[in-house]
């Protein structure tokens, strides 16, 4: 991987943030259907079916991805969709009925196919030109990383814990998603120059 794309500011804290998002999403994606089948005494097919709505919910998120990224900066709509990936994966944690599952999986949808989305628009900002392909390869490869660890930490926790407790712990995954998006959203602002300041200059 090509240290200059690597160090450049920013993009390893995109990348982190967008695997944290991933694996929020791939851990709840894991344990839906069998929670699905436990609460409703179906088999697969059935859990399938009623995951359906959820899994449409990502084409909305791209859209609704769009019409936020015109109001707010990139960094703010990552927060957002981190902390809905947390609340989608706690929520689930505690309550097990079908339709509480369906809506939190739909939540976690939003939470990844945004995050997707928003973090490889964002990535070609953060380095030279040359390296805008290989910065989106790269947080793409980040990505998916992060959407392996979230189900083989819900699968590793849950021979030790209880699920729900699993599910949990999973949920500091996403969280450290929104502590870096907000801290890396202050830390842009900050830097942005001031525009008042801009113009007293130029006088």
Known sequence: MPRRVIASPGFLVAGLIGGTVFAGYYGVLFRAPSLIEQATGGGPLKAGVFLV????CSVLAGRLVGALTDRFTGWQVSAGLAALTVL???VVAVFTGPITIVVVTALTVCGFAGAQAVLVGLAPDLVAPDDRDTAQGLLN????LGGGIGPAA???????????VALAGLAA??????ILSLT???TAADRRPDPDATRGSSR
């Open 154 to 164: 819900v699968a590793g926790l849950s021979g030790v814990v209880p699920v729900p």
């Open 173 to 178: 995954l996403p969280l450290v998603g929104l």
């Open 141 to 144: 490869f980040m990505n998916a």
């Open 88 to 90: 989608g994966v706690l």
């Open 53 to 56: 709505p959820a899994a449409a």
């Open 184 to 186: 890396r959203g202050h």
